[in-house]
């Protein structure tokens, strides 16, 4: 079985995953959320075979083009929800998570993308690489899953200020406390990844820590904004509508740095 393949067999595994959870959505009969979630852990499963053996056949890392980085990125993103669902049960949030991913998979497959697995250019030829690319997108799944809690904690808070909160949805207080500890744990991944990382491999390739690229930019103007985040929460008490605004501003702020900055800003980060 060829990666394309596997591909495209998790890519359907994904999208029978969004079924059970919206079929969950509407019913409210938990074992149709159990079983969306049971697909989209075997969907990870093939994903990660299939990103393997893109590595193989391409003899280095599964993110040097859009079309890598974006099929890594649905990976993540994945893998994030699995973590937070098993730990914290936020299975109303699988449906709205689900058609993200399935968006990030649906550009992936698209004849836009370039999928052939091409030479790599002597600056990315270190393992850098696989340092900087994959644990920036790993903070980048999660800061995604704290846009979508955050949109749902906005719905359910004024949801609940008119009286017609649900006993069986999740409370607007549970989705702000989700909310922060995808953030809690995503802004780490994102700056030892995307900053540190980032620079050292800069230093190596270019000579320089810092160069005021268009990517580089963007990735401290993201950084930026989540920091704002943890630190009114953390050090001023923010909570609820005010953070997740700003949670919200993070993640189109990390959307801008991730598509953005490579089809609108010229630098020297651009994907093949």
């Not at 969306?36 to 075997?42: D, P, Q, R, T």
């Amino acid at each position: 079985m060829s990666e394309s393949t596997l591909f495209l067999v998790t890519f359907i595994f994904y999208f029978l995953a969004a079924f059970f959870y919206f079929s969950y959505f509407f019913s409210k009969k938990e074992n149709l959320a159990k079983t969306g979630f049971s697909i989209a852990f075997i969907g990870l499963l093939l994903h990660t075979a299939a990103l393997i053996m893109r590595t193989v056949e391409s003899g280095h890392a599964p993110f040097t083009n859009m079309y890598e980085s974006l099929s890594f990125l649905a990976w993540s993103a994945i893998l994030a929800y699995v973590i937070i669902e098993w730990k914290f049960k936020i299975r109303k949030a699988g449906a709205l998570f689900m058609l993200v991913v399935i968006a990030i998979m649906a550009l992936a497959s698209s004849p836009l993308m370039p999928k052939e697995a091409t030479p790599l250019v002597p600056a990315l030829q270190s393992y850098w690489l696989w340092l900087h690319v994959s644990v920036t997108l790993l903070g980048e799944a999660f800061f995604a899953l704290a846009f979508v809690t955050s949109i749902m904690y906005l719905v359910a808070d004024s949801k609940e200020k008119k009286g017609k909160a649900k006993k069986t949805g999740i409370s607007s207080e549970k989705l702000d406390s989700i909310s922060y500890r995808c953030i809690a744990i995503g802004f780490p991944l994102f700056t030892l990844g995307g900053l540190v990382f980032g620079m050292i491999w800069a230093y190596y390739a270019w000579g320089s820590y810092w160069s005021w690229d268009p990517k580089e930019v963007w990735s401290l103007i993201t950084w930026f904004v989540f920091a704002l985040y943890l630190h009114t929460r953390i050090v001023m008490g923010w909570k609820g509508r005010r953070s997740a605004y700003i949670a919200v501003l993070g993640f189109l702020a990390a959307l801008f740095t991730y598509f953005g900055v490579n089809y609108l800003l010229a630098g020297l980060h651009s994907y093949a």
